[in-house]
């Protein structure tokens, strides 16, 4: 058997049971400051890929939902109509007697810069165009700038 009677007590803690100290804490903080900055500057450079995908895959849902209520009506909606008529039955224009209860998408969400999806029948590029404006939330430009649309799917 182990004899506790034998064993020095010295009134420190183990190792084990100790904290960190501060040199300690202060290395460990530097190491990830200077992760950081080497990685900060990729993962921005990123953001506005990100953005772009999320926008073609938005607008390709969006797309799809458009060609399933053309299916059932015979026709996509109007321009005027809008991207409305995926989510309530559209009231002017000509009517959607086949229109889908519940509707063809849940809700219509902003493009990743926050501004409302483009909708135009018939469009400039296709039959229909959904479009963002992208960054600049203007029409056209070039870059970063650049709309995103239904065309470059």
């Given amino acids: 058997m182990f004899n506790f009677s034998a064993v020095k007590r010295s009134g420190r803690k ?6 960190f100290t501060l040199i300690e804490i202060m290395v460990v903080i530097t ?3 200077i992760l950081g900055a080497f990685m900060v500057p990729r993962l921005v450079g990123y953001t506005h890929e ?3 995908t999320a926008a073609k895959q938005d607008i390709s849902t969006i797309v799809n939902a ?5 299916l059932q009506n015979q026709r996509y909606p109007t321009t005027e109509q809008g991207l409305q008529a995926l989510i309530e039955k559209p ?9 889908l209860a519940g509707g063809y998408i849940e ?4 493009d990743p810069w926050g501004k409302p999806y483009q909708y135009m029948s018939p469009g400039i590029h296709g039959e229909i165009d959904v479009f963002s404006l992208g ?3 203007q029409p056209g430009g ?7 649309g239904s065309w470059d799917l």
């Fill in 14 to 19: 183990p190792r084990s049971e100790r904290g």
């Fill in 31 to 33: 190491i990830i400051a």
């Fill in 50 to 52: 990100a953005r772009v």
């Fill in 66 to 70: 458009l060609k399933m209520y053309k």
């Fill in 91 to 99: 009231t002017s224009g000509p009517p959607a007697n086949s229109w």
């Fill in 107 to 110: 809700k219509l969400r902003n």
């Fill in 135 to 137: 960054a600049d939330g």
């Fill in 142 to 148: 070039a870059g970063e700038d650049a709309d995103i």
